[in-house]
């Protein structure tokens, strides 16, 4: 059974920093794409950061580009996602995020929620002015 559990969200002043992590269970963690997205208070769920089963592959949402850094680590079947330079603007609920993916999907980070099979719980971040 598959399970992916964030952590790290919290509430910050704008201008700081977070680093959240989803640890993923109960299935081949490199053959899947994991994505981070967010949904805010009366928002559509949105992607934030992707990253592609083989790892050489990345994606990011215009708004976070140079602030945030998506990062797996396969041993541990860990994927993070460090948040520099926060804004208010990215106050919402985050959620993890995998696809299982064929061998020839390996270097494909898709960016659409729609495209994932599994989520976590979500963890929530809350930035202040």
């Known amino acids: 059974q598959v399970q992916l559990v964030e952590s790290g969200g919290g509430s910050v002043q704008a201008g700081g920093s977070l680093r959240l992590s989803c640890a993923a269970s109960?299935?081949?963690?490199?053959?899947?794409?994991m994505g981070w997205f967010r949904q805010a208070p009366g928002k559509e769920r949105e992607g934030v950061a992707t990253?592609?089963?083989?790892?050489?592959?990345?994606w990011y949402a215009d708004s976070v580009k140079g602030r945030f850094t998506i990062s797996q680590d396969n041993a541990k079947n860990t994927l993070s996602l460090q948040m520099n330079s926060l804004k208010p603007e990215d106050t919402a609920m985050y959620y993890c995020?995998?696809?299982?993916?064929?061998?020839?999907?390996?270097?494909?980070?898709?960016?659409?929620?729609?495209?994932?099979?599994?989520w976590g719980q979500g963890t929530q971040v809350t930035v202040s002015s």
């Open positions: 995020a995998a696809r299982s993916v064929t061998p020839f999907e390996r270097d494909i980070s898709y960016r659409y929620s729609k495209s994932y099979n599994y």
């Open positions: 109960g299935y081949t963690y490199s053959n899947y794409c």
């Open positions: 990253i592609s089963a083989g790892g050489g592959s990345t």
